[in-house]
Each structure stands twice: as C-alpha cells, then as structure tokens.
C-alpha cells in the first residue's frame, strides 16, 4: 500500500513539474518574448497591410555568425522591443528558401535588408552585427533618417 501510495506521489509530482514548464514555454511565446519573426510570405503581406518597414535576415543552420547573431544580437531586450513595435520581422532560411535568397542576391550569410512598407530595399548589410550596431540602424532606418543623411552623419548627430 505504501509503495502504490510513493509511486502516485512521484507520477503526479512529475506531471505537475511537466506541465509547469510546458506552460512557461507556452506563456513566454505568447508575451512575446523574443523577436517575433514571420514567414517571407506572410511578414510582406503584413507589412503591406500595417505600413511598416520589414526588417528581413537571412540565416542558415550551418552559419556560425548566425548563430552568434540569434545568441547575442537576437537576444538584446533593447534590440527586441525595437525591432517587434517598429518592424516587422522575417527571418528566412536560405537553405530552405533559395529562390527569396536570389530574388535578394544573398551572397553570404547572415545578410539583414531593410525593406519600405512596400517591400521595395531600402538598404542591405552583410555579416554579423552587434546588438548597440543593429539598434543604431534600426534607428536610423525606421526613422527616414536614411533619406536626409549618411548613416555617418546620423551617428554623430546622435551623440
């Protein structure tokens, strides 16, 4: 009797330990935690359709920037918040999606475009970029700064 008791015990304990984790998973996605990123496909026809720009990186499994760039650069609060309330993002697998890498001429890996609301380039920077670099060409993309000035010239206005 005790042992059936012990084993009841240990089976619901594990199952609630379980559930637990599986549940701040699923509430962690849902808040939003982390860039919120879309298919090609569906980040073009929501950028269309809410007059944002696109912020758009290619990456692929075997990159060892890209991964440094998802740890590091992905990763920032600062770079998070900024890029989900004024981009939309799309994150492309080049292995995956060859044929939205050539329409982009993607040479190497990672490459991030910023496209206008509607989807024509604005500009694009290839290789691994820092969180503090990402936020200051977030910036000055998002806010037109690009039209009226170098991105040099941006930098030094912001000191």
């Known amino acids: 009797m005790m042992k059936k008791w012990i084993l009841t015990t240990l089976s619901l304990a594990l199952i609630l330990v379980f559930t637990d984790k599986r549940d701040q998973l699923f509430a962690s996605q849902a ?3 982390g860039i919120q990123w879309l298919s090609y496909e569906e980040g073009r026809m929501q950028g269309e359709a809410q007059h944002k720009k696109v912020f758009l990186v290619f990456l692929a499994d ?5 991964h440094k760039m998802n740890k590091e650069t992905f990763q920032d609060p600062t770079v998070i918040a900024y890029v989900n309330q004024n981009f939309i993002p799309i994150s492309v697998d ?9 329409k982009y001429q993607v040479r190497g890996l ?11 380039r604005i500009a694009n920077r290839p290789g691994f970029i820092s969180s ?3 936020l ?6 998002d806010t037109d700064s690009y039209q ?3 991105y040099t010239d941006f930098l030094k206005k912001k000191k």
Request: hydrophobic share 25%.
């Open 31 to 33: 808040t939003g935690d």
């Open 62 to 66: 075997w990159c060892q920037y890209c």
């Open 94 to 102: 080049l292995d995956k999606e060859q044929d939205i890498g050539n």
């Open 110 to 120: 990672p490459t991030t475009f910023f496209l206008s609301e509607k989807g024509q």
């Open 132 to 134: 503090d670099d990402m």
């Open 136 to 141: 200051n060409l977030l910036k000055y993309y």
């Open 148 to 150: 009226s000035m170098s």
